[in-house]
């Protein structure tokens, strides 16, 4: 007897919907792109029970015949695609012919359309995979169809749809992305009878952005338009540092108007970013891309958010190019890196490093710079006079261990390099033939080997009670400090920061939060996916310390914070918690937002790099970090210590 057999339809439809239909999102998402490449103007969404009862679409496309909309339920039956080479160049939203066959299977749907040039249109019923009913039906032209009970043929999976509230989330995520991405076209969306949010059609992006975020995230938003023509177009809005997020939630990326999540999109944005935002924060980013249908292949993923580039990295470098170019627009400077090479070769451009993974060789510098200053060519012959002027070295002591040793420097020192991609000569002068002064030009640095392999982060278990003493700091940002195994560094602002975020937040778990009054309340007006989230966590945060009071539509009043958290950062704070409350992602929501609260509280209060320290600070700042429930890793998971044991150190040296 054959082990190998044929699946039947309705089987094989089924494990298709489980690749296709993840959760009542991802019906709204196949549906709404089915209404966008039906050439429609308005949009309506009704979902109840967080789309369990009910997910109703309708809109004003083009509808279809009668035999186009039974046609329609079977497998990959689709109006976009006829050839091979068309698969190579979608430039619809959907092309599969899986979404509907996939949707029918596990629901019970009906569909209501009627073209423009037929007197009447055609309902078909179909439940399971099975059709029931095609009949003449009553409407204007475009297309209704009505999803009910969804899983109800398939336990197992509708048992792990997440709660109401969460898929209400999801929902909303979907309808806001294809809203930000037409906004000539009317969207609304009804929940349980409930209008949450009606968007009119808007002139432009800005127009919508402002619909659906307010005002107060427009006021922040930077617009960012560049790329390269046969690579990509980049067109769309970024924000201002000071509006930041700690996850990508409020990062909507678009290719040839589809909705993706895209690492290499997230990239290049973070690239751009460099030097302006910190580690573990995120800009806001509405992002546009137009791209070559034949650079891209989005025939990679059954739900189709995922796309595959022909060339990931030079997608990657034009979108962090344009963010930079915004950025330096609006008088933000930004960190540029560029190679500067000895030789008669062109200059050639290289990826941005971190200043502490930099090797240096003789025969290649990087210069790094921000685009309001400029890069200092310091004449070389000026530090030799300066040497020449200082004791001599009978008495044994370098010129450079003076305190007061300066160089002095005038502003005809100064080369502009800001802008300019060109080749930089080295600094010549005698000094550049001796061993120990070799290369003080900037466009030369010692041949020293580098150590950036070497120093790693360190367990909890190897600085459990051990003796560690502070030395000094390294550029007024890290401790310097010794123990048994060798040398340490530790990040002081980060060490602060776990230090008061224990403190915090044994404060909140051993007595009630107390909450201030603010003078004036502060209103916010939600996007349609936080007003969805704050339902999600609404005991939660009042069970925080915040005092909230729901006005009309999406608007919120809050009245009273926790005591300890700065007012200033109230706005900021208040988004990330609702960007972030999806169950899945936050475990249990009081917890996570007490500890987001405590961390952002910790994180203003402690002492910032650049900020010296005396030894009794650095003694004190160590001792406590010991003690806290994780002395190697801050509330945010970045590493606190770093460590250079002796053997590395002896390694290095070529003494072992």
Known sequence: ??????????????????????????????????????????????????????MRITDDGEGMERDDAILAFERHATSKLKTLEDLAKIATLGFRGEALASIASVAKVELVTKTE????????????????????????????????????????????MRSEATENFHITSIATHYALANPPIFFSLTNNGRESFRLTPAKDLRERAYQIFGGNLLESLIPVSGGREYVAKIGGYISA???????????????????????????GLLEGYRSVLPHGVYPVAFLFLDIPLEEIDVNVHPAKTEIRFRRSQAVKDVIAEAVREALQRSGIGVERTFSVPESDEPAREIEPTNEANIEHSPSQTVIEFQSEAQTSAIDATKIETAIANQPSAENDRSPFA???????????????????KERVEPVKSPLSDRNDFAGIGYAVLPPVDSAENIPRSVEVDEVSGSKIKPIGQLHESFIIAVDDEGLLLIDQHVAHERILFDKFRKR?????????????????DLTPAQSAAFDLVERELESCGFGLMRLSGRTIAIKSVPTDLPPSELRNLFAEILDT??????????????????????????????????????????????????????????????RLTMKDIERGFHRT
């Open 1 to 54: 007897m054959n082990k190998i057999k044929i699946l039947p339809d309705n089987l094989a439809n089924q494990i298709a919907a489980g690749e296709v239909v993840e959760r009542p999102a991802s019906v709204i998402k196949e549906l709404v792109e089915n209404s966008i490449d039906a050439g429609a103007k308005n949009i309506k969404i009704e979902i109840e029970l967080g789309g369990r009862r009910l």
């Open 117 to 160: 040039d037929n007197n009447a249109g055609t309902k078909v019923l179909i439940e399971g995979g099975k059709l029931i009913d095609v009949s003449d039906a009553g409407r204007a032209t475009g297309t209704t169809i009505t999803v009910r009970d969804l899983f109800f043929n398939t336990p197992a999976r509708r048992k792990f």
């Open 241 to 267: 540092p000071r509006e930041r997020r700690t996850t990508r939630d409020a990062q909507f990326f678009f290719i040839n108007g589809r909705f993706v999540r895209d690492k290499v999109i997230a990239g």
């Open 402 to 420: 003076s305190d007061e040793f300066e160089i002095p420097v005038s502003s005809n020192d100064f080369e502009d390099l800001a802008v300019r």
């Open 508 to 524: 909140e778990d051993e007595r009630r939060v107390e909450a201030q009054n603010l003078l004036l309340p502060e209103t916010f």
């Open 581 to 642: 409350a999806e169950s899945e992602k936050r475990g249990n929501a009081r917890e996570t937002i007490r500890d987001n609260i405590a961390a952002t509280m910790a994180c203003k209060a402690a002492v910032k790099i650049n900020m010296k320290l005396t030894p009794e600070k650095m003694h004190w700042l160590i001792d406590r970090l010991l003690v806290t429930s994780s002395p190697t890793t801050c509330p945010h998971g970045r590493p606190v210590i770093l």
